[in-house]
């Protein structure tokens, strides 16, 4: 074993406890930074006011974070410069013994932004300068208290080479400018809300600006800037547009003003994750800010949408008021993440935004909710912190939120999030300090609520009712559990709302309201009522739960019918189909011949030709269960079987329906220019699902109408929906010309591509492997890039799970190698890309040995990061 190696199997990375937080022991009241950006190294000079935090007794070392990348050139107090004897500096911390009460810390620092693949503090995207310090990034661009309870006023300055990088951002207003020698010039900029060290950013580049204003209801104008490439310059008026609407929304809804005189967004090519929310200086991943008609789909452009509402939400749920420490990260993600969701439920379908949010929800988080990494919205321990922007900290704890504005209606909700404000402007808090200005607002008592934040899993609601025909009296038992997850064996019941209505036959409403569960079994009953109604339960999805009852056949299909709530009416065909697809199921794996029911075709159809109905609803309504929800749901999980079943069903149902197919592609057809507005996606969206199942008839007549949608599309929507189903089809060359010619046209815009590549990499016929490492060795893709990771390798892995578990174990160890080769160049994607090898507790024994096989060659590694030993660990575990 090598000298590393012994030492990494002796000191693993120890766990940091929520139980142990203690206050920070000094505060900064003022940060002075000074950048000098060369094309060889940086030099950062800190000039930091310090004060012991007098909530703090006795006297402590002043205790700094430093990434041992950071190279000390000098530190001083107060003007003398320390020797050093005078500090200490292990792993990431240096340590000053004997500090006085107030003094000023200066601190010069070298480091080197050229070199930094991990994209985490300050480094280089393309030709420009950005940073990413969330979480913990500001400790690789100088010593401080990287904490986000450590919060400070900060002025920076930014000098660097006038030519190649004309624009110098920072935090808040500019307030002076001018020239250096060498033609080099400076920017200041003062930021005057106090802040953690995470919502820093800087930015030096060669950009373009989309510019505009937005005046706020108080009357204040405020310049807005949209930064990019200048060849993307086109591409930002979908931002800018989400932009205003966002600022507009939160004043409306919340009585959120904006606070600076300037918001910026910055586009880079290379980020980690979606965007961030720095202060005044929004730092976007192209793929989250960038949009046109010819270049980006629908799903892209509502995306660009809620991502540009979610950073500028954050300056009140987030930046105003931040966490206290990492464990609260929910506390501005969760919220944050629920306003997003309202923000977009009120710009386009509210049903709509509803389905797609709680399909990734039970798909995704529920997977990892019952996976080795599950955690509470709260956690009480990590490793890596990165490991932790998870699902359940965004969408679960969105969840809760959305609980909380359920159970006390919109109205005293403002009321709850007006004192939140109000009590902690300025302030780094707890989510027990959110839950406390709710209950105040509303003087009612959530402590039991509370467990929402401290225990992990998915709640089971299991259901049973009875009917007393003299008395007219309906009676609905629900029973709640919650399986045990990693360090938590035994749970306690949750406080959850189940929004309900009681349907009659006739498709009547009789009655609909919310339930409040608190006990592990709880019965209610409704009175006076005509006949046994049919109940309508977990309207809307009240609750992030598993909620089961009885339903038969024809219940169903009465509330997929007439079902007051658009979501349950959704819900209900989803009951349907995978009560089905578990029967098929079952049937291919004993080799029975499959086949499709005529009830479920008569249903279809009947939604399909029902013209009233929103297409969007349609749409979704007809699609049918993914096999990544049907993987969720299963004990074991068969992958081929899966795989094979929901193709029979697509080709069954696209052969019976086929005329009412092609009825519905020619209706949703227009040639109106394109716009992305809710009814032209919806349209769009019907009409690309129909060419779908009409493709799926392998019939060549189809394939032309596919190929002509591509040829003649005005629009990404359209081409990419036909590029897309044609690759997954049967039609091999089709496929592959239809592959060339958008290469050809498209070959300029890396967005684009990264869609030809993803096309290819979940392509689930045989040899996908093979295609994949072929396209590892095109011009285009960088491996040095988080979004071509995502494109092909992740696509691979998480969206082609016939490929990806091929027997033979090739995708197993095809994975396992990316994560050794990333983990010492980007250790953030190296964790995030391994979740499917983490699941291997879910499928047949033979994968299970394969994937451990490969988690161990992982951890068996010299040098891992904390963030893939963290991962590969637990699951081990
Ligand atoms: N706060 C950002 C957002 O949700 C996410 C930043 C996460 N960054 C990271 N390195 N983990 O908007
Ligand atoms: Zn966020």
Redesign the pocket.
Known sequence: MSQQGSQQSQQQPEPIYLKDYKAPAYLIDHTDLRFELYEEETMVRATLRVRRNPARSGKSPLELHGHESLELCRLSIDGEVLSERDFSRDDELLRIADVPDEFVLECLTRIHPQLNTAL?GLYKSDGMFCT?C??EGFRRITFYPDRPDVMSVFRTTVEADRKLYPVLLSNGNPVESGSADDGRHFVTWDDPFPKPAYLFALVAGDLAVLEDSYITSSGRKVKLQIYGENKDLDKLDHAMLSLKNAMRWDEEVYGREYDLDIYMIVAVDFF??????NKGLNIFNTSCVLASPRTTTDAAFQRVEGVVA??YF?NWSGNRVTCRDWFQLSLK?GFTVFRDSEFSADMNSRTVKRIEDVSMLRTAQFAEDAGPMAHPVRPESFIEI?NF?TLTIYEKGAEVVRMLHTLLGAETFRKGSDLYFERHDGQAVTTDDFVQAMADASGRDFTQFKRWYSQAGTPRVEVSDSWDADKGAYSLTLRQSCPATPGQAEKLPFHMPVAYGLVAQNGVELEAGVLELTDSEQTFTFDDLPEKPVPSLLRGFSAPVKLSYPYSDEQLLLLLKHDGDGFNRWDAGQRIAVNLMQQLIEDHLAGKVLSLPDAMVDSWRAVLSDESLDPAMVAHLLRLPSEAYLAELAEVIQVEAIHAVREFLRKALAAALQPEWLEAYKRCTSDEPYSPDSDSCARRALKNLALGYLLATDEDALLALAEEQFVDADNMTDQQAALSLVVHSGFREAGQRLLDDFHTRWHHEALVMNQWFAIQASDPWPGALERVKTLQEHPLFDAKNPNKLRSLVAAFCAQNPVNFHAQDGSGYRYLADWIITLNKQNP?IAARLLTPLTRWKRYPQAAQQLMTAELKRVLAEPELSKDVYEVVSKSLA
């Not at 980690?272 to 929310?277: C, R």
């Open positions: 985490e990413q969330e979480a980690n994750m979606g965007a961030m929310e979610h950073e954050h993600e990165s922007y953030q």
